[in-house]
């Protein structure tokens, strides 16, 4: 679960010389939000996104019609783009969660994969998501219950216990600090092939534990 | 957990290499020829696309469009070529060679072609990196090191400091293949990587291209004319027929459904392993691939289609959809398709008897007892009291009884060619003798009388060095009737246009030079000058590996019909396993100069097995995606005939010898004996029979029933 295993190898990417004009057209044709910057041998020289395509009506303001025109078929994406020292990157052999924390912490939905400065990939929320996804088995039926236990030692372990001896196998787990609820841990379990009473019945005796959400997911 | 992301992924992927309508031309002296047109693909990240047709398709040129490596007077017509997005097509040198820059790599079929034979691999490998991520050289050097790790290139640091010359074939290969992953290309053009190798080898490389498909999700764009090497690689295949793409779909869809009968000819005209001559028949497709300076005003494939109709030859037929994702370029595809299916069925039934194979035993008509050739190479240091010796042929006996076939299949250097060359008389024996219908034979063909010489005729692989380019054919092919006076002096011409009738080919070929000929035609002319003088064995080296499939269905065949004709035995061989199933009553497998193993056809390919023979059935390609065919695969290259491994010869290589106590020490010691499995069946190995019976068939048994 490294980022080089998630991300999109070989991605789109654009020349420095690239028009401004021409990379609106080819984000937009290829649905792209974000288009690495790229010279000689692949190296990352910087990022466009969207937005650093919007161009800042205020440096327009005192130019007439012709000579927007003009402003805009010489600009380049080296002229507008975040150049590669500000651009948040990644590597390959970060697990994924370090990289959903780095996007995270610097609020922004792309990170390029780089070796060595050379990009290699790139890894978007949608793979995060994508991940998370799998991770919990969206998409597979089976029961799925949330139980809230103190934050303490040994509870997940009295849980998995409660399950596997009723022969049932885990699909997926995860688990998080219950929100609003300091010193209690919320535990996301999946069951495969069995009815949701069964499950309700046999994790309501697992002592401290509180069944706080269950459904057919 | 799931291997696929279900209800996620990027809705609408950009595929690596979209090709919309291609046209390619070329300026030549009959003014601008087009020799590819509205050709149409897309290879998605990590798939693989293969291209598939005889040569002169278009193929090659399609991967030298997308590389803008057309040459002076070649020029994209039209058509849109979309790499990652964006067009390459009408864009000037310096603005492509930055966008296609190292994203796009390419593998030709000749790796000497590639590599610079005055540089070490590790210099020409290591300057990749220091031009294009200008890498500091140590650092370079090391990925470099990695890299060749990973294409499984043995002893990577030694091979680094070799020269190309220094390294086979195979490994030479792979140290391309390397060198073109080195940049992580999205793209990579194979143009028949695997064709100049031995099918060991080439099977090792199929795998090999798999493998790092998987680790560096690039798309590949594959071009070969064999099905077999089609079949294991592609995901999708193209099918390519005079600069047009006929058919496009899934590759297991284009194997089970072929929907075009140029596909459905293709595939009808290659033998399948476990396919034998007494049971079926190769359908050649007739004619040959038009000139593109002279196609057909309708249908391109029409001349030549056994499904043609009135209105093929008005107009071109449009690509039309026939299921999801199959496109074929014909009026009556669903014709073809179920059509297809019987004929295809009609191939693999057992029935369908052509020939009644001569079990009754026959008298022997060759006998090679114990033949050895050597050749002395000049000693390495000058005063050394022993001559080094090259054993070519070490000790090799068999009998072949008239008017049967003998195939002899084995790697390149086994010295199957050695072995036929001592028998018609141009390698001097250096020890052990033949006899050929009761006289001596182990003097050199100057010393053999002219009647003994009549009688053994050979066809070489390659008919432009047999025929003389200055002499006509009909010239060519009376020489032997004259020389050895087979008929009257005023009846030869008749004679010739007999033969020349009897190789499908009219009277009108009589004036012509070789140059004016196809391949196909000249090597039908060097059969009939082999068999013109009527003798009673005939050699084959290779006939059939120059030539495209279409042809060598047609060659084969006719060869066949010339045996039950006038009864001429044969020994024939091929590097091809199926061609050799197909033709040969027995088989001998060679390995470094010697049999390892000799039998009836059927014998060879069903268990049991030599080691050996089952690597080389494990390694031939299939062309049906769905057969199941287990991996066998040897590892290094045939050692050196100067210094054959003691014991077995194979044991450097058997993949069997831990079946033996002690992990087969006794190989390493002792040459092994012959064991018989039944009188005429006789394998050369120390592991005992009944262990080598258990063999599991390395081709799965319903899929040899089929075949």
Redesign the interface.
Known sequence: MLVRDYM???P??A?P?MSVVEARR?MG???LRHLPVVG????LLGLVTRQTLLVDPGRLGSLNVWEIADYLSRLTLKDVMVPADEVITVGPDVPVEEAARTMVEHRVGCLPVVDEN?V?GIITE?DL??HL??MM????PAVRVTVRMPDVRGELAKLVTAVSAQGWGILALGGAPAPRKPGYWDAVVKIRGIAQKEVVTALSQVEGHEIVDVREA | MATERPGVGSPREVPILRVENLAISYETRYGEVTAVRDVSFEIGRGETLGIVGESGCGKSTVAFGIVNFLGRNGRIVSGRILFQGQDLVGRSERELRRLRGDRIAMVYQDPMQALNPSLRIGDQMAEVLIVHRRMKKDEAEERCIRMLERVYMPDPANVMRRYPHQLSGGQQQRVVIAMALLNDPALLIMDEPSTALDVTVEAAVLDLINDLQEEFDTAIMYISHNLGVIARVSDKVAVMYAGEVVERAAAEEIFLHPSHPYTLGLMRCVPRLGMEKASSYLHPIRGRVPPPNRLPPGCVFEPRCDFARPECAERRPPLKRLTDGHWVRCFFADEVASKGQEALAARWRKEATVHEPQREPTETILTVQDARVYYSVPARRLFSREKPVVKAVDGVSFHVPKQRTLGIVGESGCGKSTLVRAIIGLEKLSGGGMEFMGFDISVPVSKRDLDLIRNIQMVFQNPDATLNPSFTVGFQIARPLRRFRAVPKDRVKDEVIRLLNLMKLDASYYDRLPRQLSGGEKQRVAIARAIAARPELVLCDEPVSALDVSVQAAVLNLLLEVQRELGTTMLFIAHDLSVVRFFCDDIAVMYLGQIVEIGPAEAIYAPPYHPYTEALLSAVPIPDPTAEQRQIRLSGSVPSALNPPSGCRFHTRCPRREWLPDGGRICEVEPPPWQADTEEHRILCHIPLEQLRRMEAVVSEEVRDAG
């Open positions: 999109t190898r070989h789109l990417m020349d010389d080819f044709e290829n649905n000689e041998g692949k190296r050379i290699i949608v998501l994508a996804a799998e088995a969206a998409g597979v």
